[in-house]
């Protein structure tokens, strides 16, 4: 972000708005309104100005001009809603067109309201006042969501798109299963896979007439570190069908590197000791834990014959039955 456009946003509480139309005189009618009401105000004279000033800055809201030459509104708005950095910020199309396929266009494109030309500061700021009330409480809900550790996404069911995600799912998407391939922003396959199989379990359920239980949450491995993801809630307005539909994930973190902690203290094992054990717990065989740790199965086999003389123990079944039993005393959470 450049210096210039961080300064114009470092303005505590305001609301940030981003103004597209390529016409300077409609520019400055709607700038003045909006900055004597208190937003921080952006322009853009053209479509791809306007997605520029979008991704630096993610704006709480998008006043969009419907007509424009080149880049129209319409294909700015499907690109805003394309990328999962910005789809989930609300555009109000600004047009003066009044034909009911125009504005229908303008709603399909993602359009979440409509304002008609010759613009009216007022009716502006009070359609903006509804939707940013809404975008508001869902900014804080992820942002506190993020602050205890819980990422969130939404998803789009039927081909995976990323619809919106935290700074925090970003990071733990990009940890666990690589960095994104360019383009459009999708979640892994595995996680697409498993989202539809929650969908479908959700959907049997409801058809049953069943109380709603939780879907089977996805987890993987890294190590000592776990990733979590649960299936939250459905995040649109029930227009699709629930299978196509948008759905809101939940991830979480959790490391167990305070277990191999504890283990070593409690058996008073050398780090890698404990290590080789929490993976015997684990179910791991020493080839695997070989793996993990980055050695050969001798040198595994050899820790793991130093962990059975300090347990006082023959085998990994009851070196691992030991330790569990320590473990569940310390960590009741703790899963083997």
Known sequence: MSDTLAQALNRAHSDV???????????SLLHDALDESGCTVLVALDGASALQRAAQARPDIVLLDAMMPGMDGF?????????ATTAHIPIIFMTGLTETEHLVAALEAGG??????????????????VHLQGARERRQARNA????????????????????????????????????V?????????????????????LEAQARGEPLAEPPRL???????????RLHQRNDDGATSAAAGDWMLIMQEASDES???????????????????YWVIKGKINRDIGDILGSS????????????????????????????????????QFEG
């Open 182 to 202: 360019p383009g459009p922003a999708h979640v892994p396959e595995p996680v697409l896979t498993w989202l539809r199989l929650s969908v479908e379990h959700v």
């Open 17 to 27: 708005v981003l103004i597209v139309d390529d016409v300077p005189d409609n520019l």
């Open 112 to 129: 979440t309201d409509y304002v008609t030309k010759p613009i009216r500061p007022k009716e502006v700021l009070a359609r903006m006042h």
């Open 297 to 332: 199965p001798m040198t595994v086999k050899k820790h793991l014959e130093r962990v059975y003389a300090k347990l006082g123990v023959e085998t990994r079944t009851a070196a691992a039955a030991l330790a569990m039993n320590r473990i569940k005393q310390l960590h009741p």
């Open 145 to 180: 969501l993020d602050a205890f550790g819980y990422a969130s996404v939404t998803v789009r069911a039927s081909d995976g798109r990323l619809m919106w995600q935290t700074p925090l799912a970003r990071e733990l998407l990009a940890r666990y299963y690589g960095e994104p």
């Open 75 to 83: 294909e700015v708005a499907r690109r805003l809603k394309a990328d």
């Open 219 to 229: 987890s993987v491995e890294q190590g000592a570190r776990r990733l979590t993801l």
């Open 259 to 277: 277990v191999i902690e504890a283990i070593s203290l409690s058996f008073r094992l050398t780090a890698k000791e404990a290590e080789v054990l």
